[in-house]
């Protein structure tokens, strides 16, 4: 809120914002409202349970839920043991790293997510972006607080994988911004594309004061070849949208 705040954005609170833990509560709610889970994550996703009244259990939850937050081997073998014990594992995102600077990142959601996959041979549920339930959810709580129809709400984000695949796939327009992971020249490698193209949400304000479009970044990028993995390594889970069947363990060896 600070920063739109700087950026001559005002009004906003805490309701207006919609995160991938507040969406894997509400999930929850909808397929399970009397489900109970072992969280996997920081103060975000812990809120988010707890607002919704889900009960925490470290004895025989129905679910393993994985948020952002750094995690402890203590942590991941109690997740493993429920998973074995029946429980379903859920990931608020399939990020396998998160940008901290320009220079360095750290292990995301779908990092710990495949850590308890290859080790109990499920396979995760992510309910985060492209998911089209958040997208759904999202969507339909923006349109109630300021009374415009669904329709008119618009996804702005920085990665092509997960923000403008979701939009694309929810049947939303899509704005990307380029000053976050996705750089112009690698937008031509996908299929899906986005509806504008901006160097930063900052180019918006002007249009949000005035009601007029501006003209964003013009032309289409050349494929070039160049993969959003080509500096730190493929960030999202791949396979989310695979067939959920349990992946074969190798035997143990003595």
Known sequence: MVRLQHLGIHG????????SALNAADFLCEVDPQCTVFAVGEGGLLAALHE?????????????VIGEGAVSMEKLSKAHECIEQGARLLATNPDNWCPVSSEKTRPGTGATAAFLEASTGRRAYYVGKPNGFMFQQARRKLASFFGGAPEQVIMIGDT????????????????LVLSGSTQFEMVGDYVYQPTRILQSVAELVEEIKTGKLGDGIQGQPAESGIRSSDRFGIRHQTDIFALYKPRPRPAMTK
């Open 52 to 64: 919704q009244k889900i009960p925490n259990d470290t004895i025989r939850p129905h679910y393993v």
């Open 160 to 175: 092509m994988e997960t923000d403008i695949r979701g939009a694309f796939e929810a049947g939303m327009q899509s704005y």
């Open 12 to 19: 906003l609170s805490r309701r207006h914002f919609y995160t």
